[in-house]
């Protein structure tokens, strides 16, 4: 028996992100009916919350509140129960467009709290957004994810939450792989967990989420030390090096493998939303 037998994992999967494209594997689901398909086929798969992005008629990146309300429309009506989570995140949008879509009150919303580098340009937080996205956030009572590319930025959580920016005990996700920022490190994520045990408490809930070749490895590392998993075609669209993943819902079913595989039970959606704190649909 492993050491976190019996304690239940969430599946996270982001369906879609920012920037893969049918170029990069025809499954990516692009408009807001493909990413309802796909998302209800991970849910059965055993997701339990979907981190989302929308695309434009032209399949960019958008911050529309009114595509992101329909998406969520959609995902209620075929995944009941399931948390949904909308993407703050800077390459679709800029200053607060990036937070107009916080007034459709989804369960919860990304929140990237400082700046770093990307493979070709800096990801940029100051902190005026940052604290300006938090204070949306708590007016229309949606629980931030923390995005946590860099140690400071559990650090920086910790501060908001003191201060009362944060409502409730942050959810952090470390997020690994990203060229030219943390890459996947088994002792840095170990040190990730012990800060956010430290400073949080012991039954703070955390999750982690590999890019590219180091999701299967972020997801392995998660699920044995009792964290949480977050997978998806945002992050990696494929199974291997040889085989793109034919579906989001393939990229579930391999994290289902690894619970079973550490004897842990994939979290429903009603567990999920009492682990994070969530009301219930």
Request: aromatic share 6%.
């Amino acid at each position: 028996m492993t050491l976190h037998a019996g304690k239940p994992c969430m599946i996270c999967v982001a369906i879609t992100g920012s920037l893969p494209n049918k170029g990069n594997n025809p499954a990516v689901p692009i408009s807001i009916a493909e990413q309802i398909e796909s998302t209800q086929e991970a849910f059965e798969a055993g997701a339990s919350l979907a981190h989302c992005h929308v695309r434009d008629g032209e399949g960019k990146p958008t911050s529309d509140p009114a595509r992101f309300a329909a998406l969520m429309e959609g995902i209620k009506l075929y995944c009941p129960g399931m948390i949904v989570q909308l993407s703050t995140g800077g390459r679709s949008g800029a200053g607060a467009a990036r937070g107009g879509m916080l007034s459709l009150q989804p369960d919860m919303a990304s929140l990237s709290v400082g700046s770093n580098n990307f493979p070709t340009r800096v990801y940029e937080n100051p902190p005026d957004l940052v604290d300006w996205l938090a204070a949306e956030m708590l007016v229309h009572q949606v629980k931030p994810e923390i995005e946590a590319f860099d140690l400071s930025h559990i650090l920086k959580a910790h501060e908001m939450w003191r201060k009362g920016q944060i409502a409730a005990v942050p959810y952090v996700q470390f997020v690994m792989g990203v060229k030219n920022a943390m890459p996947a490190d088994r002792d840095v994520f170990d040190y990730y967990i012990h800060t956010v045990h430290r400073l949080f408490g012991p039954d703070a809930p955390w999750c982690a989420a590999g890019i590219g070749p180091a999701q299967l490895t972020l997801n392995e590392w998660s699920v044995r030390s009792g964290g949480h998993a977050r997978t998806g075609l945002e992050d990696n669209v494929r199974l291997d090096k040889d085989r793109l993943a034919p579906s989001n819902a393939a990229l579930v079913d391999r994290v289902v493998s690894l619970c079973a595989q550490f004897d842990r039970p994939v979290a429903t959606p009603a567990q999920a939303r009492a682990l994070l704190g969530l009301r219930l649909n």
